[in-house]
């Protein structure tokens, strides 16, 4: 089941430039290009523009893809300033880097080599890109060193992000001999670009802990923003809680405290967290019976060694404390014996007759009581 939602969120990924902001860049651009193509020699500066500010929406739709939103942007004003994006330019000047060092290897050490480095830069260029859109530095883009980085980091995806780029580079030149309508092949070529960019970024945001990535949106920070808004409800409702105690309000105030435990099933968690904030209250009855309802519900769940130590813990807070029934106690104390925490079950058992007078435990207790004491 994991495996198929991966699998889906990839194939979104790689399909995301058929929607929103980005179909329409595919179709106003796929136009205007036509129109730059027909105007001969006059139309190349339009063109130039165009192929700029495309590369540059491509950029932000890969920053968008990495953040984690899955609409791709709408593009503005500001996407085309030339200053304010600079990563297509610098994705230029290290192809002009790395054309110059195969030259370079070529010329000294024969092609062989030069063939080699070919091909190692070919199947990590995409490292490039993404160190680039991730970094915005041409220095950490250009280096080997962080493309491999990347290339560990994303492990099977990235013969996938390979995969893709093979695929597209065979289907546009299959497209291209078809000769079709100019803007519906310059179209469907800007859209495996973008596509491209869009799959790279999804590949590096499934891969985000792996790379250490901030997201903006994401199934954990949902969570996380979904438990933050949660608690803050939790936290209004201990203090309208905490009102009522004020007031003296006592049947009202703990009808409230335990409607809300119910409403979350009795979990330990939420009694740990509710004892906490009630240890401050001035009327202490109210953090004992929590923790007496806390310790009953841990031997109920079977976590024994949980519940002696939030027993020990209440007990050093305030050594008169002592769990709600005979058998809890009784219960309670034999796990401390066996603990190690002898003291704790002498405690627990030094008034265990006088609170629990008629129990049929009072023998069995006494006993218990008895060993320690001769221990």
């Known amino acids: 089941m994991q495996s198929l939602a991966t699998h889906?969120?990839?194939?979104?990924?790689?399909?995301?430039?058929?929607?929103?902001?980005?179909?329409?860049?595919?179709?106003?651009?796929?136009?205007?290009?036509?129109?730059?193509?027909?105007a001969g020699w006059i139309g190349i500066p339009l063109a130039l523009l165009l192929i700029s500010w495309f590369f540059?929406?491509?950029?932000?739709?890969?920053?968008?893809?990495?953040?984690?939103?899955?609409?791709?942007?709408?593009?503005?004003?500001?996407?085309?300033?030339?200053?304010?994006?600079?990563?297509?330019?610098?994705?230029?000047?290290?192809?002009?880097?790395?054309?110059?060092?195969?030259?370079?290897?070529?010329?000294?050490?024969?092609?062989?080599?030069?063939?080699?480095?070919?091909?190692?830069?070919?199947?990590?260029?995409?490292?490039?890109?993404?160190?680039l859109g991730l970094e915005s530095n041409i220095l950490k883009a250009a280096n080997p060193l962080a493309w491999l980085r990347i290339v560990v980091a994303l492990g099977p995806l990235y013969g996938l992000v390979l995969l893709i780029v093979l695929g597209y580079g065979v289907g546009l030149e299959a497209l291209w001999s078809l000769d079709l309508w100019l803007p519906l092949q310059v179209a469907i070529g800007?859209?495996?670009?973008?596509?491209?960019?869009?799959?790279?970024?999804?590949?590096?945001?499934?891969?985000?802990?792996?790379?250490?990535?901030?997201?903006?949106?994401?199934?954990?920070r949902t969570e996380e923003l979904r438990r933050q808004e949660e608690r803050k409800q939790d936290d209004k409702l201990v203090m309208e809680a905490y009102g009522l105690m004020r007031v003296d309000s006592h049947i009202k105030c703990w009808q409230t405290l335990n409607d809300w435990l119910k409403s979350r099933g009795n979990a330990?968690?939420?009694?740990?967290?509710?004892?906490?904030?009630?240890?401050?209250?001035?009327?202490?009855r109210y953090v004992s019976r929590l923790a007496q309802d806390y310790l009953e519900r841990l031997l109920t769940l079977k976590r024994n060694g949980e519940a002696l130590d939030t027993l020990a813990q209440r007990f050093a807070l305030d050594d008169t404390f002592r769990p709600k029934s005979a058998a809890n106690t009784l219960e309670l104390a034999r796990l401390a014996s066996h603990g190690g925490k002898r003291a704790l079950a002498r405690a627990l058992l030094s008034d265990f007759a006088a609170r629990f007078a008629d129990d049929p435990l009072v023998p069995v207790a006494q006993a218990l009581a008895h060993n320690l004491g001769a221990a």
């Open 190 to 220: 800007m859209f495996a670009i973008l596509s491209f960019f869009s799959f790279l970024g999804g590949a590096l945001y499934e891969r985000r802990h792996e790379l250490g990535l901030e997201t903006w949106v994401s199934p954990e």
């Open 8 to 38: 889906q969120r990839l194939f979104r990924h790689l399909i995301r430039p058929t929607r929103g902001g980005a179909a329409g860049v595919l179709i106003v651009f796929a136009l205007l290009l036509d129109v730059a193509a027909k």
């Open 268 to 284: 330990p968690e939420d009694y740990r967290w509710l004892c906490e904030r009630v240890a401050s209250w001035e009327d202490p």
């Open 56 to 131: 540059k929406y491509a950029y932000i739709l890969f920053d968008h893809t990495v953040r984690g939103f899955d609409e791709p942007p709408t593009l503005d004003i500001q996407m085309m300033n030339p200053v304010d994006e600079q990563r297509p330019l610098g994705q230029l000047i290290i192809l002009g880097l790395i054309f110059a060092a195969v030259k370079l290897v070529e010329d000294r050490f024969g092609p062989i080599a030069a063939g080699t480095l070919t091909v190692f830069v070919a199947l990590t260029l995409p490292a490039s890109i993404a160190e």
